[in-house]
């Protein structure tokens, strides 16, 4: 199944827009694994079940595995949201972008190698940049256009002026230009943080019913409801709330898994008092 669809499906059938996060810190694994010679997958593993019934969607961060050389983990992990939960959408957290000739390998890398249904991508260096993942139609290219960090605002805010008109933030002309023409297929999303919610509501206001990927609840401080509140679709859907640290490492006891679970309805809970 296509992303897009699967991802609607998936919003109405677990009645969730929470996102888990896969962000493996050995340092902070539960002891029990400390020795364990595949702790990386076991732990990712365990989290994914316990949590699965409470999500639209994973989203594992790419450098958390390649740092530590588990990028055969990480395919696997994919493999078993496939096989053991089928219906719900991995999103690849891999930023990427190059020249034509070398995105085609990272639109291979995501969608072939790992077997992601979305990957998050940078414009900064244009659409030939993007356009082998725009391409895969049945794929979600999940574009960054406010990101969550505090220095989004050094260049994302630069004010630029196209076409004669007045001028607004990089980010507004981002959201537009995506929506507008780079969205051909219907198979984007944009990064927009949970951090900033003024911002939120006005990308929505930009780009209609354009799924949001929003990092920055839990560990970043971002405010539920305020991102419920500014940036959900006319449908009470449209977002794809993504935590990581407070889902992975609510316990480091022989209850993570637990405690992991409960987070995520508890996050899901929360969303859908304000949808
Ligand atoms: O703007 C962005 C884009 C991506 N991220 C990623 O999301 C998670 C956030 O982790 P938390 O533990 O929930 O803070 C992480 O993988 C980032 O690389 C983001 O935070 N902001």
Redesign the pocket.
Known sequence: MEFMQALRLRWSEADSLVCV?L?PEPARFPVALADHPDAVFEFCRAIIDATAPFVCSF?P?I??FAALGEEDALARLIAHVHDAHPGVPVIL?S?RSDIGSTARHYATEAFDRYGADAV?ANPYLGRDSVQPFLDRADRGVVI?C????PG?SDLQDLTVQSGGGPGRPLYQQVAETIAQDWNGNGNCAL???ATWPVQLREVRAIVGDMPF?V??????GGDVEAVVRNARTADGTGLVV???????YASNGSDFAQAAADAARELRDRINRFR
């Open positions: 996060g962000d989203k961060q450098a958390h957290d930023k998050t960054l406010r990101t969550s960090n989004a990064v927009v943080g990927l990092p920055g609840v839990g560990a970043q993504s935590s990581s640290r407070a889902v992975l």
